[in-house]
């Protein structure tokens, strides 16, 4: 099978691809520049799953026969923030905002609080489209809190605040295989290897 991964973020393409190699799956990953890149798609969607179905659509419109395309909507919601950053977590400082600024204006925002719950957790909701318009939605969700100044220089986003529950380093310190085993990214990928190979990938 041939899989192609409906986002232009370098970071998720790369993240998704260690996933699914360790998973074992005899299947061909992809980048959407095969198929001529990723169509434009505004991300409009109340939902994380509606995005992810709008992006992966698009990208299957381009798929050769027997291919799926997969795509992954993700993002920040803060207990306290009543859900927020949310679907708008790539765009929380605006459009084109750096994870730099977008983290940024997390941290003041919760500041301005003053002494609240810092709970939150981490969703991702992946979408699968087929070359035929079958579709699938597979939903992970890691809970943590968020602390009070960036900690690590890995992963990406707001991977420098969030500690996951459990734990006392944040995702940006956490080796990939670590933050993998127990993320939102990680939770749908499991979900969607099981599928997948319930398919006989």
Excluded at 41 to 65: I, Y
Excluded at 141 to 152: D, F, M, T, V
Aim: hydrophobic fraction near 40%.
């Amino acid at each position: 099978m041939k899989l192609y991964l409906a986002t232009g973020n370098a970071h998720k393409i790369e993240e998704l691809r260690a996933m699914l190699a360790a998973a074992g799956l005899a299947m061909e990953v992809h980048g959407p520049a095969a198929l001529g890149g990723m169509p434009e798609v505004v991300e409009d969607q109340d939902s994380f799953s509606g995005n992810a179905l709008k992006k992966a659509r698009a990208l299957a419109t381009r798929l050769p026969s027997g291919a799926c395309a997969l795509a992954d909507d993700s993002g920040l919601c803060v207990d306290a923030l009543d859900g927020a950053p949310g679907v708008y977590s790539a765009r929380y400082a605006g459009e084109g905002a750096s994870d730099a600024e977008n983290t940024d204006k997390l941290l003041k925002s919760l500041e301005a609080l003053g002494a609240v719950d810092r709970s939150a957790g981490f969703q991702c909701h992946l979408a699968l489209v087929s070359a035929t318009g079958e579709e699938q939605i597979f939903a992970g969700e890691c809970r943590g809190r968020i602390i009070e100044a960036k900690q690590g220089e890995g992963g990406f986003g707001y991977d420098p605040v969030f500690v996951p529950d459990g734990f006392s380093k944040t995702f940006a310190e956490l080796s990939r295989s670590e933050k993998a085993g127990l993320s939102h990214r990680g939770k749908a990928m499991e979900q969607l290897v099981a599928w997948l190979r319930s398919k006989g990938a």
